[in-house]
């Protein structure tokens, strides 16, 4: 186990360079720079905003100089939002995206997981294809499609909910609603599958057999192992719940992480961009060793090695 | 002023969804408040004042609004863009400040000032008793080192050039001149502030109301560095004070008690939220969580409907829609090639059945509006004219012309409009043109580097004087990007800068508009309207020519439906 955790905490450091590279060199890819403007800056302020940045120096001095940085967590200024360090904004942002995120995984927890199980347990019954119908709704419906339509019922008829801003919980509701929808519908299909698996299994005949009540075998047994499905599917979510927000940020002016990383490859933010990929990257593969290390606790056949 | 940034929330969306799926769908979302029945903008018959959502005033004197995306930098001396500028606007307060519906020179913290006979000496006499507001007293000296440092090269600023009608304020700003003491800025004592420029500038009192001119306070930014602009830090001499601040979020501002004339201000806070998305701007004006949604935040698409309301606010913006044309390619290097593209415009049809007569046609480069300023006859849809001009070019009904393109930013609005320009090219000319779009900044680079056969464009102006236009065309300025260079357009407009009789200026101004107009580099298309929202509760806010609203006298009016509008106020500060 130990020698698991440092191996894969190891390989982060190469994944990362390699994600680094690809991303600084790509940014360099893309037509213009970060200092131009529909009104064009003068040359002499361009060029000295050009040389307060390094930007005039050998790309390769400017790579292996962001690479030393990178190492020591500095990514520097960003250029559209300067003096404001990129560590900053990151530190400023990230908390808003991990709180609408854990609300929304939450939520899509409470409801996706239970509404699974009773499809499983009925399956082919009405409830099951009930469940099931809703659940094919919500993986469908785009979230800046639910997001509006939300908006135009809570708000804009009743008005019984704020349409947009981050101020007091009564604003969390519709973004969380929006985010979680199609996780809640995934999460269902999943937990669906993996106890109908799990129901078929000699050692839940057995429990039956051994006289226990219905609820137990479905919650005590069964689920245990029929929530693997869901488990697995929880590291790459919960990044993608976290890190996917933008439309909902965007929709609902939510002052989070996810439209910098937007706004910043628009704008040839360089030292932004690099700096939000990276922490991504960093926040998927920890999030992934963590569902491995969840994986043993739940199922101990799992070994890791 | 650049034209591009109003429409950063819509083009943020491009890159994610299908645009047009969520415009339709915006629309549906918007209109479903209102009633769906009655024809567009209509209103019905015998029915009293129609509001867009809640008119319910504030509880307490508080005054928010949408102000778009996020402002990049809170130093006047370095910022560029509208929402830095509302904000720095507040803060701080110039020499002049804007008359709140004219926008003409009112005394601000100069409280009287003199011209020379030759119109090149400007002196400024500063009110007595001038505070910051961390109570340092403020001095003519900070008015000279904070243009200096505009100046400076070092500090990079955007709009250095705002200063250049000072003398060698153009050599020191690109590092030609060392020696600051011989830039025309002089404080001979704490209260006299003097600026000698290179040429009677007539416009120059609308300079000194910009915010590349607001003073900075000296103390404050030498002891923090450019950290300085920190809420923390922040130090102004504006009418309000900066009391919040959170990124994507929200400025909150008080009064500022320091203020010379804090009694005029009636507002206790001002909440300014910082909104990418445009939908979104106009929701949270529907909801009433905002009472402002000042012009540039409403989609395009809803603007039609939106007429029919009486908080619905239009005027006319000093901005200009046009097609640029890459003179250095074959075949726009013929003039006749850009006359007869040119003229096979029906500018009319744009406006009226794309536009839903939401902006007007214009056939001329600088907007309307400008005090003693006739333009010259504008380019007008004459698809005869077009054909024989293409015939002369040596295409005749479009044979043998090359394969070209329209260049725009990734936007629905600009899309239909090349989809329709090339159409009319196709019908009057017999010509194919394909159509290129790319995200903002490739598109800036590509028109930048003359990368391109015709290029969507807009131009903004930032003072009322017809130069905010022309000077953009001159041989090799910045913002020409079409390659076209005119002696006698350059030679015209350097004249004018030196011509002291503002008729004989105002005649050559034309002069030279009629010729970059004949060289057919540029096609107007239309003429920006200001379209805005604004609760009737609000007071004291104008529609502007430059969209500029000092928002020091807004005032909440709980009584708003028991009268009148009252009668404007002119500003009872003391005069010179």
């Known amino acids: 186990m130990a020698t698991f955790l440092l191996r894969r905490l190891l390989l982060i450091v190469p994944t990362l360079w390699v994600i680094a590279t690809l991303t600084f060199f790509l940014m360099r890819q893309a037509p213009g720079g970060p200092f131009q403007a529909e009104r064009e800056i003068p040359a002499a302020a361009k060029a000295q905003l050009e040389r307060q940045y390094g930007l005039d120096r050998p790309l390769l001095y400017q790579y292996l100089a962001f690479l030393g940085n990178a190492a020591r967590l500095d990514f520097g200024p960003s250029y559209k939002y300067a003096p404001k360090q990129v560590t900053e904004i990151i530190r400023e942002s990230f908390p808003v995206s991990l709180e609408l995120g854990g609300w929304a995984l939450l939520f899509a927890l409470a409801i996706g997981v239970p509404l699974g199980v009773v499809a499983a347990v009925k399956q082919n019954t009405r409830t099951d294809f009930a469940a099931m119908t809703a659940a094919l709704a919500g993986v469908s419906i785009p979230n800046f499609v639910l997001g509006p339509l939300l908006v135009l019922g809570l708000s804009l008829t009743l008005f019984v909910l704020p349409p947009a801003l981050w101020q007091g919980p009564e604003s969390r509701v519709l973004p969380v609603l929006t985010l979680s929808t199609a996780y809640v519908a995934y999460i269902a299909r999943l937990t669906r599958g993996g106890m109908l698996e799990v129901l078929r299994q000699d050692y839940i005949r057995t429990a039956r057999a051994k006289g226990l009540a219905e609820g137990s075998v479905v919650f005590k047994h069964a689920l245990k192992l029929g929530i693997l499905p869901v488990v697995s599917y929880l590291g790459p979510a919960a990044a993608r719940i976290v890190m996917g927000s933008i439309v909902v940020e965007s929709i609902f002016a939510i002052p989070g992480l996810g439209n910098y990383l937007v706004t910043g490859a628009f704008n040839r933010d360089y030292t932004l961009v690099l700096g939000v990929v990276l922490f991504y990257a960093l926040f998927l593969m920890l999030l992934n060793l963590l569902v491995d290390v969840a994986y043993t606790w739940i199922d101990p056949r799992v070994e890791l090695r | ?576």
Request: a neutral charge; charged letters at 25%.
């Open chain 2, 1 to 576: 002023m650049e034209g591009g940034r109003r429409c950063a929330g819509s083009l943020l969306y491009c890159a994610l969804v299908n645009h047009s799926l969520r415009a339709a769908l915006a629309t549906a979302l918007v209109l479903a408040g209102c009633t769906p029945s009655t024809p567009p903008g209509a209103r019905p018959a015998g029915t009293g004042p129609r509001y867009f959502g809640d008119i319910t005033p504030p509880a307490d004197n508080v005054f928010r609004f949408a102000n778009g995306a996020e402002p990049e930098r809170l130093d006047p001396s370095v910022m560029s863009g509208q929402p830095d500028g509302r904000v720095a606007r507040m803060v701080f307060e110039g020499l002049t400040v804007p008359d709140p519906k004219t926008l003409a020179s009112l005394p601000g913290q100069a409280y009287r000032w003199e011209t020379s006979a030759d119109g090149r000496t400007y002196t400024f006499h500063l009110r007595p008793g001038l505070e910051w507001s961390d109570e340092t007293p403020l001095t003519s000296r900070d008015f000279l080192w904070t243009w200096l440092r505009v100046l400076r090269p070092a500090t990079a600023s955007r709009y250095a050039s705002f200063l250049y009608p000072v003398r060698n304020a153009e050599n020191y700003n690109l590092g030609e001149l060392a020696d600051s003491s011989l830039v025309g800025l002089a404080a001979p004592d704490d209260s006299t502030f003097v600026v000698t420029l290179e040429q009677p500038t007539s416009y120059f009192l609308f300079l000194t109301q910009f915010y590349t001119c607001l003073p900075v306070p000296r103390h404050v930014v030498e002891r923090w560095g450019d950290r300085w602009t920190e809420r923390e830090h922040l130090v102004g001499n504006g009418p309000f004070r900066m009391t919040y601040h959170r990124r994507r979020d929200r400025f909150e501002f008080g009064r500022n008690p320091r203020y010379w004339d804090a009694g005029s201000v009636k507002l206790d806070r001002v909440i300014a939220y910082s909104i990418d998305d445009l939908n979104t701007c106009t929701n949270l004006y529907k909801a009433g969580v905002t009472d402002w949604n000042p012009s540039g935040y409403i989609p395009s698409q809803f603007i039609p409907y939106l007429r029919g309301f009486d908080d619905y606010r239009t005027g006319r913006y000093q901005a200009v829609y046009f097609y640029s044309i890459n003179t250095t390619r074959p075949p726009f290097d013929n003039v006749w090639v850009r006359r007869a593209l040119n003229y096979a415009v029906d500018r009319e049809a744009i406006t009226r059945d794309l536009l839903k007569g939401s902006r007007d046609p214009w056939g001329n480069f600088p907007p309307s509006g400008y005090p003693g300023y006739r333009h010259p006859p504008p380019i007008s849809y004459d698809p005869e004219r077009a054909r024989e001009c293409l015939a002369r070019a040596g295409y005749p009904s479009g044979k043998g012309f090359p394969k070209t393109e329209i260049l725009f930013n990734t936007s629905e609005d600009h899309r239909r409009i090349a989809e329709a320009i090339q159409e009319m090219w196709k019908r009057e000319l017999g010509i194919q043109v394909g159509l290129s779009n790319q995200e903002w900044g490739s598109y800036l680079q590509a028109t930048t580097a003359l990368q391109y056969d015709v290029a969507r464009r807009s131009w903004i102006g930032d003072y009322l004087d017809p130069t905010t236009f022309l000077s953009i065309m001159r041989t090799g300025d910045g913002n020409n990007r079409t390659g076209w260079s005119d002696p006698t357009y350059d030679r015209l407009l350097r004249a004018a800068d030196a011509e002291v009789d503002p008729a004989r200026r105002m005649l050559m101004l034309a002069e030279a508009e009629a010729r970059v107009l004949d060289a057919g580099v540029l096609i107007p298309i239309y003429h920006y309207s200001t379209v805005e929202l604004v609760k009737p509760y609000v007071r004291g806010l104008y529609p502007t020519a430059l969209d500029v609203h000092p928002l020091t006298r807004v005032w909440i009016d709980r009584d708003w439906n028991r009268h009148p509008a009252p009668v404007a106020q002119l500003p009872d500060r003391v005069r010179r």
